[in-house]
């Protein structure tokens, strides 16, 4: 009945149970059929008893063997008459009977990244210059980490984060980014995404409305769909985001997302007076806003622009901040300063979600910041991203002068150029992308029809003196069309 | 007007900035206003003109300042005029105003962790032997990985993981687990958790019904709730979940979460029939399986459990595989093995979520598993925990005997001893904690009334010398009741 290779690639003991396994599957070996004793077994085969006694053992544990007193060993009762249409042969193409799913997962995009988001080089959106990483004194921080790793360190961390990494941060916050916190306000968590996804989760419900910037980034405007939220477009002028547009438009939205120290991705600085409308509607309606501050750190003609959520005097603001830009992204450390009163509920939701960040690179990351590596290194980077912008600028001037308009060079790693009325931006980044010549449109962050056509240049990767041999070649993409 | 004062710890444009940013939110300075020159303020101040003319730069940037052709310097005419409510003195009870929240994450309990895990020692549950890992090996991939650290290792990595950590995997799953999967299929995730998480807002629904196990994982069950899911609680017996009552009580619902290796707490295997009921039930209504299998690398009388999903025929199975139990918690990586046909509403969820897992120590673990050290640590740590297994179920049938019964000792790092009925374990739970001695009690893990009393033990960080002495403890405290 069972027949055995001594000489096969599988143990004896994985012949006998898979031979068994597979009889009762499909159906040669029926429930309550007698099955012979280990030892006629194994004399039958020709083979030592151990393998026998382990694959009856296995079965038995499994539930397809079943052993009574006195009736010895059988196929299980209880198994159903006929198993095959759930297991017998696989079905790669796995279309059969309905496969339902969650109606707002899939109102996500799934084309995977749009062509000019699908390499590196000039212009990328969001890349540091990797090259000037302090890689060495990083390394020599971990390999000290390394050597302090103990039973403790490789415990489960608490859902908020390293008491240190928090203190450490909030200590730089106050300083650099006039923000009102203390240490217990702040998570850790894995970057901006993570920050604006638990933020939305705790706070908004399907069917909310939320204002977003019109245009804005398209992978925040993502975190609201997945929760079923209603997007509110609101047009970003030469203030930031028009408040009094968005109280026309839809009062009773629940939140706004913003960028207000550099909107992404015109690169405006929201005015005063936007911002205190802003909180004032906030306050009024009740409802909550959620500051994204991704890179507000790299400001070159002014200091950094102090924070919304310092001139919140209600808790109405929810700070969002990341090192994927001033250091880098493939950390995955970023932060959100929570409202004192919600700290509880997004303590509940963290824990819900994922338990809590990874440890390691959270005491390395505090140690870097507390030596001053941190310090040091945005002021470095903050020269030599002034240069690469300055650059830029010189050579859009030169090459391109008045065919296209600059905004937000002030600040950050990127800066925007606007096209005149009619430009298909779109086309061009796709037959750049096709040259591996990565342009990022501007249309598509808009949701309204009423978008204006040009590019977001990244500088943060390109060395000053090879800016203006790309910014040719985007001059001869423009001329092309 | 202003003054400063040269010897206090603020620098001077600070100071200046802040005196008229001041004197704009108070009202003491009103929107139209005049502002002297930089030069006039200098000399008056009697400073130099450089921190009179940042300041100013900086006001200008955030929009407290506007400056025309011809007019000089005035505060800005279109601030608000009374901008006391929102930034004044800031209140630090948060509670002006309505605090809407999502439904959702508020029914989430935030009283955190109860008394019986707040500590460490004997019985603790899901805590490995810290000082049984091979941390030297360790340590010395991680530095291997810092010094081959380049910009590309900075980067984003993509949002299912690393493939060469995704290969691996595949490879250890399909000899050790009998998975059916193909690289592709795996998502690198940061444990359970974060597993179970993506699957339901991928795949469910608020308002959907869903199986869970009675008793059950509490925090898996608040993932479901989270979405807004409605939980059916489905009774463990001696064969796992009870399908025949799921598809009496509950037909429809969408999704099943069940532990069919070790089930979680009480320690069954799920029988062969059990399994092909579930399958056969998933197919017939268009459900999902959840299968979460934490633990099955350790199990002392039979080779590990083959999985549920290599069984499943239709891809009805999401597989859930952890390192926190075989390497260590705080590492914060996990797996999730998605039905083909789901990869891509997986991957945009995904990068919805949080873009994707960090990337340093996915390498380094593919390293560790790669070079055997991984088989070689589980190898150990079985024969290691099955010593300490067998010592506490001895030590249980000596000091207690009959008067408990022992359930799920064959298997994983914990076991369950379940006691007469009535008494009262939540009680000695506490009396315990208050004592430092941590038992974690079974009842609450019911979510009905019909719940059995017991323990969950913990074995797996307990030399088996201890045991002895720890099980003594735990009778007398059941004696004192």
């Known amino acids: 009945m069972i027949a055995v290779d001594r000489k096969g690639p599988k143990t004896l003991y994985r012949q006998i149970y898979d031979a068994y396994r597979t009889g009762i599957v499909d159906g040669s070996l029926r429930a309550g059929q007698r099955i012979p004793s280990t030892r006629v077994l194994a004399s039958e085969l020709g083979v ?22 006195g009736a010895g060993t059988v196929v299980s009762n209880s198994l159903p008459d006929n198993l095959a249409p759930s297991v017998q042969t696989r079905k790669r193409v796995a279309t059969i009977g ?16 749009p062509p000019w988001l699908r390499g590196r080089g000039a212009f990328g959106v969001g890349q540091v210059d990797f090259d000037q990483f302090p890689l060495r004194i990083w390394s020599s921080l971990v390999a000290r980490h390394c050597r302090k790793m103990d039973a403790e360190s490789l415990q489960y961390g608490g859902p908020m984060g390293s008491k240190a990494l928090r203190e450490t941060i909030r200590n730089y916050l106050r300083t650099a980014r006039s923000l009102h ?17 638990i933020s939305v989760r705790v706070l908004l419900e399907p069917g909310d409305a939320v204002w977003v910037e019109e245009p804005g980034y398209h992978l925040a ?23 009094a547009f968005g109280i026309e438009r839809c009062r009773k939205a629940r939140a706004a997302l913003v960028t207000p120290s550099h909107q992404f991705p015109l690169g405006v600085t929201m005015s005063a007076s936007r911002r205190f409308q802003l909180l004032e509607w906030a306050q009024d309606t009740g409802s909550w806003i959620i500051e994204d501050d991704y890179d507000s750190e790299y400001r070159y003609t002014t200091s950094p622009i102090a924070s919304l959520q310092g001139l919140d005097g209600n808790d109405r603001v929810i ?10 992204p493939s950390l995955r450390l970023g932060y959100v300063v929570i409202p004192p009163d919600l700290i509880d509920r997004f303590l509940a939701g963290r824990r819900t979600m994922d338990l809590g960040p990874p440890r390691f690179f959270q005491d390395v990351l505090a140690d870097f910041i507390d030596e001053g590596h941190f310090a040091r290194h945005i002021r470095r980077m903050r020269v030599l991203y002034g240069g690469r912008q300055a650059a830029l600028v010189n050579s859009i001037s030169q090459e391109l002068g008045p065919r296209v308009e600059v905004l937000g060079a002030q600040a950050g790693m990127h800066l925007t150029v606007t096209l005149p009325k009619g430009t298909r931006d779109k086309e061009i980044a796709e037959r750049a992308a096709a040259m591996n010549f990565w342009l990022w449109p501007l249309s598509p962050l808009y949701m309204s029809a009423r978008s204006r056509p040009g590019f977001i240049l990244g500088f943060g990767s390109t060395a000053a003196r090879h800016i203006p041999r790309a910014v040719r070649k985007f001059r001869s993409l423009l001329d092309a069309r």
């Open 181 to 197: 916190c203390e240490a217990e306000q702040l998570m850790i968590v894995s970057g901006s995404q993570q920050a604006l996804d």
């Open 98 to 113: 309905p496969r339902p799913m969650a109606r707002t997962a899939s109102v996500l995009p799934i084309s995977g990244r």
């Open 319 to 328: 700070y969002i901040g990341t090192f994927s830009k001033v250091l880098f």
């Open 48 to 69: 030592s008893r151990f393998p026998v006694l382990n694959a009856y053992a296995q079965l038995l544990a499994e539930g397809y063997f079943e052993s009574r007193i």
């Open 221 to 243: 405007k993502d975190v609201f769909s997945m929760m079923g939220c209603e997007l509110v477009p609101i047009p970003v002028d030469g203030e930031g985001l028009n408040v």
